[in-house]
């Protein structure tokens, strides 16, 4: 089981830049996907982007491509989430997850997850 602590995350105008930050504990191996949800009220969860760590391939959801990149910092077992040209449309929780195995679409085939931090874009 992986062990994940987020950071980041507040407030910022349509426009502006968030990074949001997860560190991973409790694996040795780094042959796992992690990455980035996001639920906004009423709505379901949605994958944003995520990482597989082992060869660095990455996925995006449309809504975020070309605005947002997820990255990973091996030594310190970090993957970041660079968010640009934010929009209301963006603002919901964020919450780190990760699974062992390659990435998948589903939701409920991730089995870590962080605590979720608020982002929060205004108009």
């Known amino acids: 089981q992986v062990q994940l602590v987020e950071s980041g995350g507040g407030s910022v105008q349509a426009g502006g830049s968030l990074r949001l930050s997860c560190a991973a504990s409790?694996?040795?191996?780094?042959?796992?996907?992690m990455g980035w949800f996001r639920q906004a009220p009423g709505k379901d969860r949605e994958r944003v982007a995520v990482i597989y760590r082992l060869d660095g391939t990455t996925y995006y959801a449309d809504s975020v491509k070309g605005r947002f990149t997820i990255s990973q910092e091996n030594a310190k077992s970090t993957v970041y989430l660079q968010m640009n040209s934010l929009k209301p449309e963006d603002s919901a929780i964020y919450y780190c997850?990760?699974?062992?195995?390659?990435?998948?679409?589903?939701?409920?085939?991730?089995?870590?997850w962080g605590q979720g931090t608020q982002v929060t874009v205004s108009s």
């Open positions: 997850a990760a699974r062992i195995g390659h990435c998948v679409n589903y939701v409920d085939l991730y089995s870590s």
């Open positions: 409790g694996y040795t191996g780094i042959d796992y996907c």
